[in-house]
């Protein structure tokens, strides 16, 4: 049984705001699933959904294997969620959130450990308004982490996070994952979706445009590499002009960026430009997580996001 499943999620604001439209994807138990997409993709929006905070246009999803709409109540038992920015009162501490949480939950954890786990223990003394955006984002975590879910939903869980504090945070979500734990979290941190995710899924103006792990995502986005020359002239593009791989070629000054979609075409690039502007220098670059995180939302249904929203949706369990 899948930890998430959703079958044709959609919702619709209005009479043309579609922010996520036909959303279907599983996630195994123990998966530590990314949720990647530019501002605006609908990833708050979907986390919301499975959360019955809003309720869908059309589709259904189950957590957890119960009816995300009917079965809510049951489900929060089993889950910790990290909403995007909880806003804490002046009234509590950060140790009476966590107590509350555990109360409210009917869970027997003990608050000092979750607070020495998120790192706010010795604060948690203090109004929780007062704290930093980085520490409400560790109590919030802990109080997620309450009761031992069995699925964790983390909306943009680094959100403002020191680098100790997303290293923590990592090595929590780690932890958790291998006792069992499902993670889902949103993020549009390529680097942080890198070093903790087994899969991912890409959205683009509310559409599922590719879903695998990074690696893969890579190879289909043709695993495009840049070489850069440095040369004793400037060059001109006719050099390279006949190499079909070749797919873009950039010049600033005396330096040549070529784009190919061959790594093996490279040499020849070398070659020509040798012959032409004398090279002096040369560097290598593989796809960039941000450039390969460009080629799959910029182009949104059309081009290659297509292709891939459509080779993907063929490999959704439902
Ligand atoms: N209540 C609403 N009414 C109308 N439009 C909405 C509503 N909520 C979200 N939207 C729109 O739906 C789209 C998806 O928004 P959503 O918040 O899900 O994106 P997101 O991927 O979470 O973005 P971010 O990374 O900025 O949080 C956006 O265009 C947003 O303006």
Redesign the pocket.
């Known amino acids: 049984m899948p930890s998430i499943q959703t079958n044709g999620l959609t ?1 619709q ?2 009479d043309n ?1 579609v ?2 439209d036909d959303l279907t994807l599983s996630i195994e138990k123990g998966e530590i699933f990314g949720f990647l ?12 959904m499975l959360l019955d905070f ?1 309720r869908p246009t059309e589709g259904s999803a189950q957590i957890l294997g119960m009816d995300a709409q009917k079965e809510t109540a049951a489900i929060r038992e089993r889950i910790g969620v990290l909403p ?1 920015g909880y806003e804490f009162d002046k009234y509590l501490t950060g140790r009476e959130y966590i107590e509350w949480t555990i109360e409210t939950k009917a869970a027997d954890d003990d608050p000092d450990e979750i607070l020495d786990t998120v790192g706010i223990r010795d604060d948690a003394g203090r109004n929780a308004s007062s704290y930093s955006t980085g520490m409400q984002q560790r109590l919030a975590f802990g109080m997620a982490l309450v009761n031992d879910p069995d699925l964790l939903i983390l ?2 869980p680094s959100a403002g996070l020191d680098p100790n504090g997303i290293q923590r945070m990592r090595s929590l979500i780690r932890d958790r994952a291998d006792n069992g734990t499902t993670v889902f979290f ?1 993020s ?1 941190l390529l680097s942080e979706v890198e070093a903790v995710c087994d899969r991912v899924g890409v ?1 683009s103006e ?1 559409q599922l445009v590719a879903m695998d792990t990074i690696g893969e995502l890579r190879k289909k986005a043709g695993g495009r590499e840049s070489i850069e020359l440095e040369c004793a002239t400037q060059p001109t593009t006719d050099a390279v002009d006949d190499l079909t791989d070749v797919s873009e070629v950039l010049i600033d000054g005396t330096t040549l960026t070529a784009y190919c979609a061959d790594p093996a075409v490279k040499a020849d690039v070398v070659r020509q430009v040798d012959v032409q502007a004398d090279v002096v220098d040369i560097a290598v670059d593989e796809t960039s997580l941000e450039e390969l995180f460009n080629q799959y939302t910029s182009g949104g249904r059309d081009g290659m996001a297509q292709e891939e929203a459509d080779t993907e949706s063929t490999e959704v369990p439902v």
Not at 37 to 44: C, F, V, W
């Open positions: 919702k604001f209005g705001m922010a996520v997409g530019p501002n605006g993709a609908g990833k708050s929006t979907t986390i919301n809003i995007e909306d943009e949103s549009h959205m509310g």
